[in-house]
C-alpha cells in the first residue's frame, strides 16, 4: 500500500513539472559541431527524459547479458537444492513411519542433491535408516562422526547415549549423558542420568548444583526441586553424621525447612539436635512433621528423646503424640508401646486393641501378643495372637522396585532412581484371611466314641478347626499311606489330627512362618 501511494506521488509530481513548463514558454538553442539546433523547453524536456529511460535500458540488457551464466545456474542450483529438502522431509517421515527402505532410498537421493556439510540433518537420516535396517554398529559410527561437528555433537550425544542403553551399558550411557549435561543442562534426558551417576556415587554436593541449574533453567518446577534438594540433603546428613556433625545437622536442618513433612529429613534433623542437647528445638521438628503424616520412626524418637527419662515419662510423651494426631493407628500403636515398658498392661491393650480396629495389621498383632505374654502368659491366646499376626496385612514399610527396607535410602537399589522409596504397605502375602471385627465361636464337638477312655477326652479351643475322635486321630498314619499310594476315595474321607489343646489351629504351611525371622515375599 505505501509503494502505491509513492508512486502515486512521484507520477503526480512528475505531472505538476510537465504543466509547469507548458505553462511558461521558451526555447533552448544548442550548438554542436557547427550547427545550431533551437527546440522549444518542453521538447528538450522530453527528449533528456527519453535519453536516460533508454540508457538505462541498454545499461539493464547489458548487466542481464552479463550475468546470465551465474542466473541460469542459480536457477537449477535452486531447483537442485528444492528437490533434495524435499527428499530429506520424505525421508524423515519414512524414517518417524519405520519404512527403513523408502528412508535409505530417500537419504541417498538427499545426498546426491544436497551436501552433508551443508544440511546436516542428512546425518542423522542415514543414522536413523541404519537403525531401522537392524545396522547398529553403523548407526553407532554415524553418531560418533557426529560428535565431531559443534552443531550436531548433541545429536550424536544422544544417539549413543540410547544405544548404550539399548544395551545396558549403564556407564557408557551415563558418560554420554554427563558430556552432553556438561554443554547443556536443559536436556532432560542427560541431566537424570548424570543425577542418578552422582548419587550412585554419593556425590552429593555435584548433585545438589544439578538440581540447582535444572531449576534455574526451569526444568523442573520448584516444588520438584525442592523435593530433591530435601532427599539429597537428607542423604549428605546420613553421610556426614559420624564425620561431621555440624555440617549433618545444617544439611538436615535445611532438608527439614524444605520439606517439613519428609518423615526422614525431620528424624535426622531431630537427632543432630538431640545429640546437641537441643531438645525443644528436634521435639518441634518432629512434632511438625508429626502433625503432616505419623510415622513410627518419629514417635520412636520422640519418646526417647532423653534417654536418662524414666518409662513414665515416655509414656506421658507418647500421649502428648497421640494428642497431636488422634484417631490414628500410629498414634495408638506408639502409646501401647510405650505403656507396655511402662508395665501399664490395661493403656497398653486398651490402645493395641484400637489401632487394631483402625488399622489391622501385622504389627498390632504382634504387640498385642507381646503385651498378652507379658501380662498373662497364656502361651495359647499368644499363638493365636501370632496365627493372626501371620495373615494380617503387612507393616507400611519404605518400598522401591519391589524392594522393602527397614531403612529409608535416598536411590532406589533396582533403579538408581532418586527419592524413589515411598512409605506404604508392601504387597499383601498370598491367601491373605480376611478375618471379621468380632470372633465367630465354633460349634461344640460331640464326644467321643465309648471305646475311647473319659479321662482321654481332647478339649476343644475355640477358634481351632474341628476335632476327631481319638480313635479316628489314630488312623491318621494309615490314611496319609492311603493317600500316598493314590486311594482318592480313602484321601477324601480320611479326617485330620486334632490340634493339641493349646495350638489355635495354625495351619501347616503357616508353621515356616512361625520362625522368629519370618520369610517375606520382599
Known amino acids: 500500500m505505501i509503494r502505491i501511494l509513492v508512486f502515486l506521488a512521484v507520477v503526480f509530481a512528475l505531472g505538476l513539472g510537465f504543466a509547469w513548463l507548458a505553462d511558461r514558454p521558451g526555447e533552448m538553442i544548442v550548438t554542436f559541431n557547427g550547427y545550431q539546433y533551437q527546440v522549444t523547453l518542453m521538447v528538450a524536456a522530453v527528449a533528456i527524459v527519453a535519453v536516460v529511460a533508454a540508457v538505462m535500458i541498454v545499461w539493464w540488457l547489458i548487466k542481464s547479458l552479463w550475468n546470465s551464466p551465474y542466473t541460469i545456474s542459480r536457477y537449477f542450483r535452486v531447483r537442485r537444492r528444492d528437490r533434495g529438502y524435499q527428499a530429506l522431509s520424505t525421508g524423515m517421515i519414512a524414517a518417524g513411519a519405520g519404512d527403513g527402505a523408502l528412508a535409505r532410498k530417500k537419504t541417498k537421493e538427499a545426498a546426491k542433491l544436497i551436501s552433508s556439510d551443508q544440511e546436516p540433518l542428512i546425518n542423522l537420516l542415514d ?3 541404519s537403525l531401522l535396517e537392524g545396522d547398529h554398529e553403523g548407526a553407532r559410527e554415524k553418531f560418533e562422526r557426529m560428535i565431531d561437528d559443534p552443531e550436531m555433537r548433541l545429536l550424536g550425544l544422544r544417539g549413543l547415549y540410547l544405544e548404550a542403553e539399548r544395551l545396558g551399558d549403564r556407564n557408557a550411557a551415563r558418560h554420554y549423558a554427563g558430556r552432553a549435561a556438561a554443554v547443556a543442562p536443559q536436556l532432560a534426558w542427560a541431566a537424570e542420568s548424570t543425577l542418578e551417576e552422582l548419587t550412585e556415587r554419593g556425590d552429593w554436593d555435584g548433585a545438589l548444583k544439578l538440581v540447582e541449574a535444572q531449576k534455574s533453567t526451569r526444568q523442573i518446577e ?14 549428605k546428613a546420613q553421610a ?3 564425620s561431621d556433625p555440624n555440617a549433618a545437622r545444617t544439611a538436615a536442618l535445611e532438608a527439614n525447612k524444605l520439606a517439613p513433612d519428609f518423615a526422614p529429613a525431620a528424624v535426622i534433623a531431630a537427632n543432630m539436635l538431640f545429640r546437641q542437647n537441643d531438645i525443644r528445638k528436634g521435639s518441634k521438628v518432629l512434632e511438625t512433621a508429626w502433625r503432616a503424616e505419623p ?16 518409662v513414665l515419662d515416655r509414656l506421658s510423651r507418647a500421649k502428648k503424640l497421640q494428642e497431636m494426631k ?5 498414634s495408638s500403636m506408639a502409646v501401647a508401646r510405650a505403656a507396655l515398658d511402662a508395665q501399664d498392661f490395661t493403656t497398653a491393650r486398651r490402645e493395641a486393641e484400637a489401632a487394631i480396629r483402625m488399622d489391622r495389621r501385622e504389627g498390632a498383632y504382634l504387640l498385642l501378643a507381646d503385651i498378652e505374654e507379658a501380662e498373662t502368659g497364656d502361651q495359647g491366646k499368644v499363638r493365636q495372637l501370632l496365627s493372626k499376626a501371620v495373615r494380617a496385612p503387612r507393616d507400611p514399610a519404605w518400598v522401591a522396585d519391589g524392594v522393602v527396607s527397614e531403612r529409608w535410602a535416598p536411590v532406589s537399589p533396582v533403579t538408581g532412581k532418586l527419592d524413589a522409596f515411598t512409605w506404604r504397605a508392601p504387597m499383601e502375602r498370598l491367601g491373605q484371611l480376611i478375618e471379621s471385627d468380632t470372633d465367630v465361636a465354633v460349634p461344640a464337638i460331640p464326644a467321643a466314641p465309648p471305646a475311647m477312655p473319659a479321662e482321654k477326652a481332647i478339649d476343644i479351643v475355640p477358634y481351632a478347626p474341628a476335632a476327631k475322635p481319638a480313635a479316628e486321630a489314630s488312623n491318621g498314619t494309615e490314611n496319609e499311606i492311603a493317600d500316598a499310594l493314590g486311594d482318592g476315595a480313602a484321601a477324601e474321607q ?15 504351611e503357616d508353621e515356616a512362618e512361625k520362625s522368629p525371622r519370618r520369610f517375606r515375599l520382599f
Request: net charge negative; charged share 25%; aromatic share 2%.
Open 127 to 129: 543414522a536413523q535408516a
Open 222 to 235: 520448584r516444588d520438584a526441586a525442592n523435593r530433591r534438594r530435601a532427599v539429597l540433603l537428607t542423604a
Open 240 to 242: 556426614l553424621v559420624d
Open 295 to 310: 510415622h513410627p520412626d518419629i514417635a520412636e524418637l520422640y519418646t526417647h528423646a532423653r534417654p536418662g527419662d524414666a
Open 326 to 330: 488422634k484417631n490414628h493407628a500410629e
Open 494 to 508: 480320611a479326617p485330620e489330627p486334632p490340634p493339641l489343646p493349646d495350638d489355635p489351629g495354625v495351619a501347616p
